[in-house]
Every structure is written in C-alpha cells, then in structure tokens.
C-alpha cells in the first residue's frame, strides 16, 4: 500500500462512515481477531461499524472483546444483506478472493461501497480499490497493527483492540514457532502487551478449554494417522460417523493436522475431514521448509493460502479423496525429500 493509498483513505476516514468488515467463511483465529481489532479502533474514529461472519467460528473464539455484536451472515441475511447494501466502505480481512466468504460472495461482488483489502495470502483477486497484501506478514493481525501505523493512530490502539490482535497473530504464528514469526512480530507482541494484551489469558482461553469429547475425538484421530515414508507424508483422516461419535463442535479439529507434523521425518502432512452437510472432504495441509502446499492445494484441492500452511477440499468420497491424495505424492517425491 503506497503513501497516496494511505492519504485516500485517511481521507476517507476523516468522517464517520457506515463500515462493514467481512473475514472468510470458518473463520479463525487471525480472522475474528483481525476483524475486532478493526472494529474496535474504526468505532473510536466514530464510525458506524458491523462485522459480518459468513457463518459460525469455534467456541474458543467467542470471549474476545466486542464478538457478542458479530452478525452471522448463515443465520441473519437479511439484515446483514441490508447493511452490506448500505455500507459506504467494505473491508475483507483474511482471505483475497471473494469466493472465500462463501454466500456472501454475490452481494460482496455487487456492492457499489469502496473496497479496501488487508491480507497475507498469495495470489490476491483484483476486487478491491485498496489493497493492502503482504505475504511475508505472520498475520493478518499483524497487518491491522501495521494499518493503523500508517494511518498515524498507534497511540488509539487500547487494550481491547490489543487483545484482538494478539489473538490472530499467536495463533496463526502457531505460538510465535512458524517461520513467518519475525523479530518485528515479536516487537509488535511487545507493545500489545504493553498496551493491555494479557498474553496469559489468552492462550489459556483458546488453547486450554478443550472438552472430554474433543479431546476422545483427537484420541481418534491420532489412531487414524497414517505414515508414508518414501513420500515424507503423515495424513490423518475422520469420518462425518467418528465426528458424531464425539459430539463434534466447530473448532474441535483446529490443529490436529500438526500432530502430523510433528513426526520425526515427515515434511508434509494432511487431514481429510468428511462434512456430510456441506457434501465435500475438508483438507488442510501444512509443511516444512520450502514445499508448498499452497501449490499443492491449488492444483489439487481447490485451496490455496500460504507455502507451509494451506486448506482445500474435494468433492470426491473420503477413501476416494485420500487416493487420490496418494497418487499425487510421487510426483512430489522429489521436492519432499529434498527437505
């Protein structure tokens, strides 16, 4: 995003505005976080604000300041259909392409408002006036904190917004572990603590509240783990019958696939997740090094996101998936044992 970007839109902003915030559809995270943080500093500029979700997110998600005031766009289109139509600015957090918000994809592409972009996945659709991409970026929540730098505000950001933004940055860092984790996302975790972000609680909040049934469902899924070692690959799978044997909620598999990759020897690894409702294998795949999964899941999957961290899916039976999962991984032998 260059200077004259940043002037428009502080201009833009100069006056309060009816504001909408979309993140993608199973929003995580970085999502819900970046989506609030926004939220939280747009209000103070005294904006009219409305963050609408394509449809429902984990529960470990639902104590962050200001969630209770997420619209559901599943369960409530009208009125998210109504301020969407009315909105003067619209801004997409987390995802580049507007089939990612799910159904709200029509109404995204036919709104007249002016469009503004914040994201760090590659290979951005060309919808928004304003764009602001950065692969290299930990976080879309780290790209919030940057936004609002540029916009000359840091001093506005207050422990709410600081809450948010934590929240999205630890937890697409995978804890601050991943390789997208600089010494400038760790300044930025500095300051957020500084501005009132209790790192303690919030990890507790979404990594300590597992459920007996949640984790009887990570019990199986770890009996399900496969390894192929010529391929340097670890796959897990789970039934829609298993999902129902224990009581499945949103959020219960969030993570699962990196116990995986976790194993010694392994440099990719994959989960296929059954979801009867929707009538498709959820993917999501994570790696090592340099192999790309992102490449792997556009190819493939019908996904994409970044090079060690991306999602997809299939339209094809689970066993069916899971062959044809297989059947590809000669073809990237090489790359994978390169690693």
């Known amino acids: 995003m260059n200077k004259q970007d940043i002037s428009n839109i502080k201009h833009l902003l100069s006056i309060p505005k009816k504001i909408v915030i979309v993140p993608h559809k199973n ?7 970046s989506t609030l943080g926004l939220y939280h500093y747009l209000t103070k500029n005294n904006h009219q604000v409305q963050v609408i979700t394509p449809n429902d997110y984990p529960f470990f998600l639902k104590w962050i300041p200001s969630e209770q005031n997420i619209l559901k766009y599943d369960s409530q289109t009208e009125a998210c259909d109504s301020l969407i139509n ?11 392409a507007l089939h990612r918000a799910g159904n709200m994809e029509t109404i995204l592409a036919a709104s ?37 730098d540029m916009l000359g505000d840091l001093s506005l950001i207050d422990t709410n917004i600081a809450t948010c933004l934590y929240v999205g940055i630890m937890t697409d860092t995978g804890s601050f572990r991943f390789p997208s984790t600089s010494s400038e996302t760790h300044r ?10 209790n790192n303690s609680v919030i990890h507790n909040n979404i990594y300590d509240t597992n459920s007996y049934k949640s984790l009887q469902l990570l019990g199986c899924a770890l009996t399900n783990l496969k390894v192929i070692p010529e391929s340097k690959t670890a796959y897990i799978t789970l039934s829609q019958e298993e999902l129902n044997r224990y009581d499945h909620k949103k959020g219960d598999t969030e993570g699962i696939v990196n116990y995986g990759l976790s194993l010694d020897n392994v440099v990719l690894a994959a989960i296929f997740i059954e979801d009867k409702q929707e009538g498709i294998i959820k993917i999501s795949l994570r790696s090592k090094g340099s192999f790309s999964v992102n490449e792997m899941s556009r190819s493939h999957f019908e996904g994409g996101g970044h090079i060690n961290a991306a999602g997809g899916k299939s339209s094809l039976s689970l066993k069916d998936t899971v062959e044809k999962f297989i059947s590809i991984l000669p073809s990237y032998n090489k790359a994978l044992n390169n690693e």
Do not use: R, W
């Open 86 to 96: 009315d909105a003067d600015i619209i801004f997409t957090l987390d995802f580049n």
């Open 188 to 197: 930025i975790i500095a300051d957020l603590i500084d501005k009132g972000a």
């Open 112 to 148: 007249k408002a002016i469009k503004i972009m914040i994201d760090h996945h590659q290979a951005p659709d060309d919808y928004a006036t304003y764009v602001f991409s950065d692969v290299s970026m930990s976080s879309t929540c780290e790209m919030v904190y940057h936004f609002i």
């Open 27 to 33: 929003p995580d995270g970085d999502a819900i976080g």
